[in-house]
């Protein structure tokens, strides 16, 4: 069933804002006058100073419907007797006369008045109308929005429906957000919730963003097990976290530069540091790369706490977490390459590979989750690696000892015509290694096998190198195709 979109009265809002034809209508004036029995400006009056030094600003005024308004919710107070004397100045100032206006004192701060001005909505400016409207309606909207979407998802009867609606909505918000932040262009995450003084169109722009943004975190927050985790993360909740982890990362860089580790490993370990430090309004981050690395904050953080922070400590560390950048497979690769290196024969080369190799065979990684999404395991790179390399030395042995046999000009080796494409049978062959029909755990060995012993209606040579990329890169084509065999499959075993 296909589902409405949510965002409809959001794109109408929108363009409204770039062609503002209702604010000339006297249908935006009654929607206003509906929402509050009273149009108010309030003044805000912050005292400073002491006995006859006293001194006040007064800052712009804004309206009761204003989205600032709730954050200043201000309450009858006992009056602060060192500056009542001063409210017939301000009074004066502002050109009021006090038979008219009201006035209450903040409910904590006792050095802030707020003074309240009667105002009829016609004689508002044409630009804060359309503000207050931008506000008012899409408070109301992401009500409903709230209300229609939990109706819609109580009646889905499967997990699987629930994801695929939850992440529509993701798609949807998340493409709106960011249009808006190209239009708004804000300069840094904080300009995206400021209002000016004018009421012009970037401030109702910034409405949408807030109230689409809010949208986004309310089913982020009610629907989390759900979320389409490769979808791009609210600025907001990165804010919220923001603040801890900004605190935790200062202490780990302190902590790592006043040690002896490798300035090689050190550059590594920042990697993801400086990813959630430096995050600028431009770039995007997913809930999958916010998990990851804010785990990855808080364990190398509790290294720092414990004060167990070393080479060996941060090493292991960074494996357990399954950091598979490629930095770090470099870094691992070469030092295993020098070790390597200062053995005279192959024999002792292949011993020591072999006993490398069974130490990262045994070695558990304690996270699922890897700092790559689209690349190996860094156990697994890592032991792929080592196989090609005891393989390389042993056709070194091979052809030092003339014990490899040259191929007969006549000698023709079979190959199965398979009707799959390379990367077909590149993504066949790994379904058949993760539902375990092929046992065998070094996936090059079973690639070899493929290159060895097929060919297609295209490549009668298969190369190695060329099923190993499509291994690791499975286009949706790909998948597509193999679903299709495999339901053909299925259909032939029920006969």
Known sequence: MKHKYILENYDRILKEIKSPRIIFNNDLEQFLNKLSIDSLFVHQIDFYGIDNNVKYSIKKPIHNLDPRYSKIKPKKSTANSQFENYIPLVLEDLNFDSKDVKWNWHSKNRNTLYIFEKCQVEHISQELRLFLYCYQTLKKENYRIKKVNKDRIYNLNSKAKIEQYIHQKQHAIENLAQSLIKEIAPKDFSCLYQFSNKYDKTDCLKIIYI????????????????????????????????????????????????????????KISYEPLIRIESLTVKETLTYYEFNYKSSFINELHKLIENNTINEETLFNCLFDLNFNSLIFFKYITDNISKTIESLES???????????LKCYNQKQIKNSKKYKNNLPSIKDQIISWLDEEIEYCTRKINLDSNQFRVPQENEVKTKFLSSLSVAQLSCFFGLLMETEIIKHKNQTDVLKFVSQNFRTKNTEKISLDSLRVKYYNVETGTKTAIREKIIELLSLAKN
């Not at 791009?232 to 580790?261: H, M, T, V, W």
């Not at 192959?346 to 490398?356: A, E, P, T, V």
């Open 211 to 266: 109230y689409i943004e809010k949208l986004h975190r309310y089913i982020e927050k009610e629907y989390k097990n759900f979320l389409n985790t490769e979808s791009q993360i609210p600025y907001r909740s990165i804010f919220c976290k923001e603040l801890e982890l900004n605190k935790k990362i200062k202490g780990i860089k302190n902590a790592l530069l006043n040690s002896d580790i490798d300035d090689q490993l050190l």
């Open 346 to 356: 192959n024999i002792q080369k292949i011993d020591k590979l072999y006993l490398i």
